[in-house]
């Protein structure tokens, strides 16, 4: 065998120069990558400029990073791979609350807020009333479980999106249950959004013939202690986007129910509840 790199030995060549003390798992991972990578470029017959295109748009992907925006999260979410990941390492049993993608646009230590709250700030959009259970897989209530809540407003921003014109903490809040485990609030019925779409991943789902769009959605974070943390959404069922969300984040269960309300203060009532399952 030849110690030079040619065609076909290429993944040897690569990965036979790994250290006798890499980290076993780092091995692992740099092996299995460099064979995939290897392999598309020879499946798909890699042209020289197909490369320098590709490494001019990581590139492009790296430079328009910064503290406010992660544009290769935004990469991974929109070829599918932050739903994989997420997937991979959240299996549950069904009836349990799945997970979806958590998005760029949580904001840690949002106020506490009391039951029933409103926590639309800026007087705009369908008022909706949000309640529900906290319960585990036999259905037993959990108390002292931390519902954090986060959605865009009618406009379809996050009030992180607009410091100065939206109020801090708009559309967002932390519930915490008590011995019944049930937690309400008011909200919005949420509307639908594109990701942020000028830089080169919007650029790239131009290319692709594919909208920027997520339907509209409440994210969720529900932590209890002794139960796996959820990381969620619900999704309102008459969206024009759920079954082409950029990011690939909704589930069949996920959907919940809006219902209008006849005479009621808000417009709107979305029953859901959340099913934890221990750790
Ligand atoms: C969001 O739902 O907030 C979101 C998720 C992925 C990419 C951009 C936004
Ligand atoms: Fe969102």
Redesign the pocket.
Known sequence: MTHYFTEKNSVDAVNRRMGLSTDPRLAEVLSCLVTHLHAFAKDIQLTQAEWEYGIEFLTKVGQICSDERQEF??LS??LGM?MLVDAINNRRPPGATENT??????VADAPVRQMGDDISLDGKGEPCFFEGSVVDMQGNPISSAKIDV?S?NADGF?DVQQPGIQPKWNNRGIFITGEDGRYSFVGIKPVP?P??DDGPVGKMLGHLGRHPY?PA?M?YIITAPGYETVVT?TFVGDDMYLTSD??F?VKETLVAPFEKVADGETLWRSPFDFVLTPV
């Open positions: 999260i935004l979410d929109t932050s993608v958590l998005g760029p646009f949580h986060w865009d996050y959004y990701i942020p997520r959605h994210h959404h950029a990011v984040g």
